[in-house]
């Protein structure tokens, strides 16, 4: 594992990623967070006890991994103040940024970096995330490990190894959660409609989705075998699927990431000249 681990951004993301390090064993004292705004960085220091710093720079001199998990709209500016140091202490650099290319940040960072390009998710919070990783020429296989073993430790990992599959990535985990919060509110809102309370129908389904995915997860049985275990011929399981199929769920699923992966294509575009 790496030595000291700087994060640069003090958010969701990172925070997510911190905590889940230090549950996993990693001792606070090696890492080490920032942000412009100590008042940001306050709950951080207190609730995890690592080390925070308002100076990207001064953070970035004693460290052998810079996670980047600031904004992508923010992301040129900040690499680009802290060229030199990146120079300078040429740390494995992991960016968790949405939609900007390894090619594009190692430049804004002065080149020749070791670059992982990583796409997590929000489950990261509770230890239940998903990365894909892409990894730069430059990355040694030990480096490979430390990215691996720095993102294990909020959920399970995946490597591709053509960074345009990234944008698959994205559609099929990072942008993810939220396709199955929206099924969460329509499922709660039908529930209500068939006369149950909200809060019934929320716990409900919820409840039946965590069950689900764990089933699904420890099962050797496909998802398709899974779900014709539920479907009693003639039941009640049957006439919801045929409604779900006929109303073309498949079609719709394939037609939303599609739109993500092209959503991520496009930014990548835009964030890299534009910026
Ligand atoms: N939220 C998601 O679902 C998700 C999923 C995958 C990837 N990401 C990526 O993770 C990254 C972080 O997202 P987040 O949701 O944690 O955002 P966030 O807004 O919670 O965190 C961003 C942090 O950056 C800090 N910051 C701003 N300017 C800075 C500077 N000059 N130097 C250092 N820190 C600075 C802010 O104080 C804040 O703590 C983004 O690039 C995003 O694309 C997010």
Redesign the pocket.
Known sequence: MANHITF???????SAIIGGLIDSGFSPSSITA????DA?LAPVRERLGIHTDTD?NAAVSQADVVVL????Q??RQ?CEAMRDSVQHQKPLIIS???GLDADTIDAWLGGGNALVRC????PSLVGYGASGLFANARVSAEQRDVATELMEAVGIVEWVEDEALLEAVTAVS?SAPAYFFLMFEAMEEAGVKLGLPAATARRLAIQTALGAATMAKQSDKDPATLKQNVMSPGGTTERAIAHLEEANLRGTMEEAMQACAKRAQEMAKELSTNN
Request: proline share 11%; no cysteine; net charge neutral.
């Open positions: 640069i951004g003090a958010g969701n993301m990172a920032t942000s412009p705004d940001m990207n998990a600031v904004k992508p923010i992301m900040v968790i940024a949405a796409m997590p998710n929000t990072g």
